[in-house]
């Protein structure tokens, strides 16, 4: 079945920095890569997805790209800021009549003030 | 528009007792989805839906079990708790259109210890 990977586990950045967290993926027939970012105590909130027709997508200061023939993706976040730091989650998932989402085991997330 | 509801956010059970996790959702979701997230892990697929009536296992079935009688609800079955099953359970809801995937909405879990 689908596997993801996602590295780092732990991430420390000084504000005002970038972070890049990447995922591989095993199955190559996953079209669909959300990430979701999730506060302590918190449900997962999805912050940006990507399909597999689409090479990177921006949202403001987040940005995510895909690599098909590699199969990995990447979440960017570049000026960092406190409110930041929280766990972030890699997700792939193939579509087909379940769309079941297959996670990566998240990356912690801080930023320094 | 509450989203995704699920109740009770916190439960202690003892071994060998039983419960049902309730989750309810309000968009008109089709598809909706149990997910496991263990301390420090990801989250792990226990059941999903795609429709009243339709259920099947993910990636963690044992010891749950699922039904889906209505669009609106997806209640979540431990018949025989053991200390494994000690965990954040989150449901989740997307509108599945059959052609490409939508988001995934989640509630915001229960915390379920087995003592």
């Known amino acids: 079945g689908e596997n993801v990977e996602q590295h780092p586990s732990t991430l420390s950045v000084q504000e005002g920095d970038s972070a890049v967290i990447k995922c591989t993926y095993s199955?190559?027939?996953?079209?669909?890569f959300p990430w979701y970012k999730q506060e302590l105590g918190k449900r997962p909130q999805l912050i940006i997805d990507?399909?597999?027709?689409?090479g990177e997508k921006k949202d403001q200061r987040i940005a995510v790209t895909l690599n098909k023939t590699a199969k990995h993706f990447s979440l960017h976040i570049t000026e960092t800021q406190p409110e930041d730091s929280a766990v972030y989650f890699c997700?792939?998932?193939?579509?087909?009549?379940?769309?079941?989402?297959?996670f990566g085991s998240g990356t912690r997330l801080l930023v320094r003030p | 528009n509450a989203g995704v509801t699920q109740t009770p956010k916190f439960r202690i059970l003892k071994i060998g007792q039983s419960m049902t996790l309730q989750c309810t959702q309000d968009?008109?979701?089709?598809?909706m989805y149990w997910y496991r997230q263990d301390p420090g892990m990801g989250l792990k697929l226990i059941y999903y839906?795609?429709?009243?009536?339709?259920?099947d296992k993910g990636e963690v079935p044992n010891g749950y079990n699922v039904s889906r009688s209505t669009t609106e609800d997806f209640p979540l079955r431990l018949e025989l708790a053991a200390p494994s099953q000690t965990s954040v359970y989150f449901c989740?809801?997307?509108?599945?259109?059959?052609?490409?995937?939508?988001?995934?909405?989640f509630g915001d879990g229960t915390r379920l210890s087995i003592l």
């Open positions: 989740a809801s997307s509108y599945g259109t059959g052609k490409s995937n939508q988001p995934q909405h």
């Open positions: 199955d190559s027939a996953s079209n669909y």
């Open positions: 990507i399909r597999s027709n689409v």
């Open positions: 997700a792939a998932s193939k579509g087909g009549s379940s769309y079941k989402l297959i």
């Open positions: 968009m008109n979701h089709n598809y």
């Open positions: 839906s795609v429709g009243a009536g339709i259920t």
